[in-house]
């Protein structure tokens, strides 16, 4: 197409090279190889983000859970590497922030979450140090490992914030390898573990709340939840938690820390929230089986930052991509959509070093488990397919384009 270097024209135009960004691609160009796909990313890295809990736990070196985004770019895809500063959909097209303009037939929004730091008052001052660390960030995550390295008993908060957050189970994980660890060296007795949520439950799928429930009782963290936190004081080491009491009154608890695991308030990207492709929430507003937008028909969106009703995970952008990729080829072809997302995602539950409890569920909540094996119960095997299956997986087939679509079965009966 001509373009100027003002302008630039693509067929399909993919925003963020993330899980999603990367996976479309690929797909896209396994099933129609020359197709004129364009990603716009102004990122070098892309980063498998689910690992970032081991690199938390000491167990997975930061160095493999990223690689540059030129090799993870499938073969045939234009790189525009550049942030979005608004989408244009009446127009089939959005602005750089470079201010060029990219024109498409067809647009995927994938941006990802926004990691909202600056929610809680000294919370950007004191990350990093003073034991105060968080997996959700490459830049904090091997801080996560210093502090549990150097704590030497005392008060080890874990925070969790009201949803909506990527991988809701990420904050707990990180409570039950900080408790092994502490058990293993001898420090369970001299300190004090406590995983607060902002949430109403220890999870959003009522059926893993009680084995949940129990693996904290058994690594000794007190889990008190519609607490959110809203303040850091790094120099003091307290934290500072919001409560609604039933009378309807907020209270401020002060928790002082030795340790303060930290999940970010999240929300939907700012360049979404404030383009016409957003719902009320902020996210791009889709259709929750064809992953078409409501009121663009040429635009579809998947992962974190669409609107699609279910756990923001990796997993379910795996079970989401194909359906996206065979609709939106469906689209350019003038034929109907047929493809449909049943709202499958999924959560590795690290428990412990060596345990894994794997929640997999669609629409509504219901448990769909993927092997024949009690999802209820943590195993060993599923440590082996978090921590050695899953990586290599993700590199090499998922972001491949190499589909492999295992079935998933709703449960019959829940124990
Ligand atoms: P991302 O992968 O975050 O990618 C978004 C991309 O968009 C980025 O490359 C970014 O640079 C780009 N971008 C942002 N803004 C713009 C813009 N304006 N213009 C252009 N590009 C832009 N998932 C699991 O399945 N299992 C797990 O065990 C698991 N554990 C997790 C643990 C942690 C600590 C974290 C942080 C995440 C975890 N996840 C897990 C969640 C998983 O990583 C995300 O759900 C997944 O990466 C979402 O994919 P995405 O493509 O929507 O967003």
């Given at each position: 197409?001509?373009?100027?270097?003002?302008?630039?024209?693509?067929?399909?135009?993919?925003?963020?090279?993330?899980t999603a960004?990367?996976t479309?691609?690929?797909?896209?160009?396994?099933?129609?190889?020359?197709?004129?796909?364009?990603?716009?990313?102004?990122?070098?890295?892309?980063?498998?983000?689910p690992?970032?809990?081991?690199?938390?736990?000491?167990?997975?070196?930061?160095?493999?859970?990223?690689?540059?985004?030129?090799?993870?770019?499938?073969?045939?895809?234009?790189?525009?590497?550049?942030?979005?500063?608004?989408?244009?959909?009446?127009?089939?097209?959005?602005?750089?922030?470079?201010?060029?303009?990219?024109?498409?037939?067809?647009?995927?929004?994938?941006?990802?979450?926004?990691?909202?730091?600056?929610?809680?008052?000294?919370?950007?001052?004191?990350?990093?140090?003073?034991?105060?660390?968080?997996?959700?960030?490459?830049?904090?995550?091997?801080?996560?490992?210093?502090?549990?390295?150097?704590?030497?008993?005392?008060?080890?908060?874990?925070?969790?914030?009201?949803p909506p957050l990527k991988c809701a189970g990420?904050?707990?994980?990180?409570?039950?390898?900080?408790?092994?660890?502490?058990?293993?060296?001898?420090?369970?007795?001299?300190?004090?573990?406590?995983?607060?949520?902002?949430?109403?439950a220890l999870f959003s799928v009522p059926a893993f709340v009680p084995p949940l429930?129990?693996?904290?009782?058994?690594?000794?963290?007190?889990?008190?939840?519609?607490?959110?936190?809203?303040?850091?004081?790094?120099?003091?080491?307290?934290?500072?938690?919001?409560?609604?009491?039933?009378?309807?009154?907020?209270?401020?608890?002060?928790?002082?820390?030795?340790?303060?695991?930290?999940?970010?308030?999240?929300?939907?990207?700012?360049?979404?929230?404030?383009?016409?492709?957003?719902?009320?929430?902020?996210w791009?507003?889709v259709d929750k089986a064809t992953t078409q937008?409501?009121?663009?028909?040429?635009?579809f969106s998947l992962g974190d930052?669409s609107s699609l009703p279910t756990s923001k995970t990796a997993a379910a952008v795996r079970k989401q991509a194909p359906v996206t990729v065979k609709n939106?080829?469906?689209?350019?072809?003038?034929?109907?959509l047929t493809a449909r997302y049943d709202g499958y995602t999924s959560c590795p539950l690290?428990?412990?070093?060596?345990?894994v409890m794997i929640a997999e569920f669609i629409y509504d909540g219901v448990v769909t488990p993927t092997l024949p094996l009690d999802p209820f119960k943590?195993?060993?095997?599923y440590?082996?397919v978090?921590?050695?299956?899953l990586?290599?997986?993700?590199?090499?087939?998922m972001?491949?384009?190499?589909e492999t679509d295992i079935a998933h079965k709703p449960l019959k009966r829940v124990s």
């Amino acid at each position: 197409m001509m373009q100027d270097s003002k302008t630039l024209d693509h067929q399909v135009v993919i925003v963020g090279g993330g899980t999603a960004g990367i996976t479309v691609a690929a797909s896209l160009l396994k099933r129609q190889p020359g197709l004129d796909v364009a990603i716009v990313d102004p990122a070098d890295r892309h980063f498998y983000q689910p690992a970032f809990t081991l690199v938390g736990g000491g167990t997975y070196d930061l160095a493999r859970t990223h690689k540059s985004m030129r090799d993870v770019l499938p073969k045939g895809a234009s790189w525009i590497q550049a942030a979005v500063e608004s989408f244009d959909p009446d127009n089939n097209a959005l602005r750089l922030q470079d201010e060029r303009l990219v024109r498409y037939a067809s647009l995927v929004v994938a941006p990802g979450i926004k990691l909202d730091w600056g929610r809680v008052e000294g919370l950007a001052e004191a990350l990093g140090k003073n034991g105060v660390c968080s997996n959700y960030s490459p830049d904090t995550v091997n801080y996560t490992w210093e502090c549990l390295k150097q704590f030497q008993g005392g008060n080890a908060i874990f925070t969790q914030p009201p949803p909506p957050l990527k991988c809701a189970g990420a904050p707990q994980k990180i409570a039950y390898l900080a408790a092994d660890h502490l058990h293993r060296k001898g420090l369970g007795g001299s300190s004090t573990l406590k995983f607060y949520s902002g949430g109403g439950a220890l999870f959003s799928v009522p059926a893993f709340v009680p084995p949940l429930e129990r693996v904290a009782r058994r690594h000794g963290v007190a889990v008190i939840l519609s607490h959110d936190l809203v303040a850091v004081d790094g120099e003091r080491r307290v934290a500072t938690f919001a409560t609604t009491g039933a009378d309807g009154e907020t209270r401020h608890v002060e928790q002082p820390y030795d340790l303060l695991h930290v999940t970010p308030h999240q929300c939907a990207p700012d360049v979404v929230r404030n383009s016409p492709l957003a719902d009320a929430a902020g996210w791009v507003e889709v259709d929750k089986a064809t992953t078409q937008h409501v009121r663009y028909p040429n635009v579809f969106s998947l992962g974190d930052a669409s609107s699609l009703p279910t756990s923001k995970t990796a997993a379910a952008v795996r079970k989401q991509a194909p359906v996206t990729v065979k609709n939106l080829l469906a689209w350019l072809a003038g034929q109907t959509l047929t493809a449909r997302y049943d709202g499958y995602t999924s959560c590795p539950l690290v428990t412990a070093y060596g345990k894994v409890m794997i929640a997999e569920f669609i629409y509504d909540g219901v448990v769909t488990p993927t092997l024949p094996l009690d999802p209820f119960k943590e195993s060993r095997f599923y440590w082996v397919v978090k921590k050695h299956l899953l990586p290599p997986f993700y590199w090499n087939r998922m972001l491949k384009g190499k589909e492999t679509d295992i079935a998933h079965k709703p449960l019959k009966r829940v124990s």
